[in-house]
């Protein structure tokens, strides 16, 4: 089971939530140009699963992808102050099943009692 939690501090002379920050962005070029990556747009992908599915992010991700891969403990997702999930890297998680992300069970005990992810 994917978990939210909240405990993200942002300095609060800037945006006080994700939400907020993302819709100040603006596109740094032309499509087809550079590519500049921006953490920020993960957080824009996690906010449009949302509004697509009608599912808060964590529910999302636990019911498509943590829990069909057979993860043995919880996992938790860092909220804003207002409950926005941060995509971008607030998922928190333990060793042994970041190191596992197979669905075939009998794969992923295998490759969990390799010492690098014991």
Known sequence: MVIARTGIA???TLHDNLRAYIATMRKAGKHG???HYVSTNTDLLGWI???VSG???ATL???EIWQPMGAEFDA???LDRLGAPQTDGGLCVTTRDLCSP???KPL???ISSQPSCA
Request: hydrophobic share 30%.
């Open 49 to 51: 699963l949302e509004r």
């Open 76 to 78: 938790y997702i860092t």
């Open 61 to 63: 991700l636990s019911r």
């Open 33 to 35: 140009e550079a590519f």
């Open 108 to 110: 992923r005990q295998k």
């Open 55 to 57: 599912t808060d992010f």
């Open 10 to 12: 942002r300095d609060p």
């Open 102 to 104: 197979f669905p075939h």
